[in-house]
């Protein structure tokens, strides 16, 4: 990650980060017009922008029942965060931790049943064509 600092007021030497601006350039760090890759419903770049998001519309886990019941006192108060890909169809094609609770099985679980009964509204894209896209769902754990 970059931090971010004020570039100087006019051009100098060093990388396009802390260099200052050109009038023109290719790729990042440039104020003029660049020819890098991008991405957003237009421009020349290589990208793949949303018109509207995803939108979960089905499905829940709410139950302690889900869960294995050996392992539940490691989940008092705390979360799991997943990222499931969504189909252009809305049913998740993938998941994966993204931030785990202290309950490994739990976590499987979690993903298991996101896949299971999860249902999305698609992303569409500048046409309005579902697209394939990412959801983050964060579970808490409560009982």
Known sequence: MVK???????????????????????????SGPGYGTGAGAGGMGQGGGQATPTVKIKG???SAKDYPRA????????????????????????????????????????CALATKRFRFRPALDAEGSPVEATYRWRQRWFY
Request: aromatic letters at 0%; hydrophobic letters at 30%.
């Open 71 to 110: 392992s539940r006192d490691l989940r008092i108060g705390a979360s799991v965060t997943i990222e499931m890909t969504v189909g252009a169809d809305g049913r998740v094609k993938a998941c994966r931790i993204v931030q785990p609770s202290p309950d490994p099985a739990a976590d499987r679980i979690t």
């Open 4 to 30: 971010p600092t004020q570039a100087p007021p006019a051009a100098g030497n060093g990388d396009e980060n802390a260099s200052g601006a050109r009038p023109e350039g290719e790729g990042s760090g440039a």
């Open 60 to 62: 829940d886990i709410n």
